[in-house]
T-cell receptor
């Protein structure tokens, strides 16, 4: 089966600019996650979708970050305006369903550099 | 604050020896535990999951879980240079409402010396 797809793979922007990342999960996976991984740290959950509904966005900085999954498949994560501290790898992951034992499949990530 | 703690390392192990990686977690209600391997510049890949107290073996990998001590470990037997990577411990912490996003530790950087 095809894996999780993400684009772009790399992005360099200046602070205060906006940026958007795209994710296409594994076919049939109802649950989609966006994680932020800062260099030297573990991934941090930003938002979880079940189909096209938000399950958990408690760690999403909502003043500048937004995400949507309109048709329950692809998802877009946006940052506006970007800050220096947003430099990180943004990982999209998907799993078949929800539950206590989620098996996450990660995409290759988008490496964002904010200058 | 629900946390997952790991020693960041680096942990240096001779080739052929056993590498032992440890992780503690703060939420006593946690029920699912995972080990991910992450090579430099790559995304995490799942190598082990464990849900019950005790040991779970898969090839050269053994995961150990002790819920009473809130402790998870990963043993890698017959370590190979290709095992050199960062190992992330991840825990599904009970948060209700169907939210099941994993909480990750910072990872332990493992170096296998030929």
């Amino acid at each position: 089966e095809a894996g999780v797809a993400q684009s772009p793979r790399y992005k360099i922007i200046e602070k205060r600019q906006s940026v958007a990342f795209w994710c296409n999960p594994i076919s049939g996976h109802a649950t989609l996650y966006w994680y932020q991984q800062i260099l030297g740290q573990g991934p941090k959950l930003l938002i979880q979708f079940q189909n096209n509904g938000v399950v958990d966005d408690s760690q999403l900085p909502k003043d500048r970050f937004s995400a949507e999954r309109l048709k329950g498949v692809d998802s877009t994560l946006k940052i506006q305006p970007a800050k220096l501290e947003d430099s990180a790898v943004y990982l999209c992951a998907s799993s078949q369903g929800m539950g206590l034992a989620p098996l996450l499949h990660f995409g290759p990530g988008t490496r964002l550099t904010v200058l | 604050q629900k946390e997952v703690e790991q020693n960041s390392g680096p942990l240096s192990v001779p080739e052929g020896a056993i590498a032992s990686l440890n992780c503690t977690y703060s939420d006593r209600g946690s029920q699912s535990f995972f080990w991910y391997r992450q090579y430099s510049g790559k995304s995490p890949e799942l190598i082990m999951s464990i849900y019950s107290n005790g040991d779970k073996e898969d090839g050269r990998f053994t995961a150990q879980l002790n819920k009473a001590s809130q402790y998870v470990s990963l043993l890698i037997r017959d370590s190979q240079p290709s095992d050199s990577a960062t190992y992330l411990c991840a825990v599904n912490m009970s948060s209700g409402g169907g939210a099941d996003g994993l909480t990750f530790g910072k990872g332990t950087h493992l170096i296998i010396q030929p």
